[in-house]
């Protein structure tokens, strides 16, 4: 059984920061492309950042030079720094891992207040 569990979203002030978790089980992680989507209310579901397997990061315009994705292949997770953050950047945030088809998981609540 897949599952991958975010954590680490919560209520903060514009220009903070917030570190997500996704700790992923039941597939073989090293060879999953991971990422980051989030969506707001009414909107669609929109790429924060991705990280391949081979470690290749590509980032939303958006969080270019504020975000990082970043992976632990020994524990099976996958991290995005959140800097500067801004009420903009307020969603839910998902974590998804791909190979072949991609699982996401139940999402982390970010909530920037200005």
């Known amino acids: 059984q897949v599952q991958l569990v975010e954590s680490g979203g919560g209520l903060v002030q514009a220009g903070d920061s917030l570190r997500l978790s996704c700790a992923a089980s039941g597939i073989r992680f090293s060879i999953n492309a991971m990422s980051w989507y989030r969506q707001v209310p009414g909107e669609q579901r929109e790429m924060v950042a991705t990280i391949s397997s081979g470690g290749r990061t590509d980032y939303a315009d958006s969080v270019k030079g504020r975000f990082s994705i970043s992976r632990d292949n020994a524990k099976d997770t996958v991290y995005l720094q959140m800097n500067s953050l801004k009420p903009e950047d307020t969603a839910v945030y998902y974590c998804?891992?791909?190979?072949?088809?991609?699982?996401w998981g139940q999402g982390t609540q970010v909530t920037v207040s200005s």
């Open positions: 998804g891992a791909t190979w072949g088809r991609t699982y």
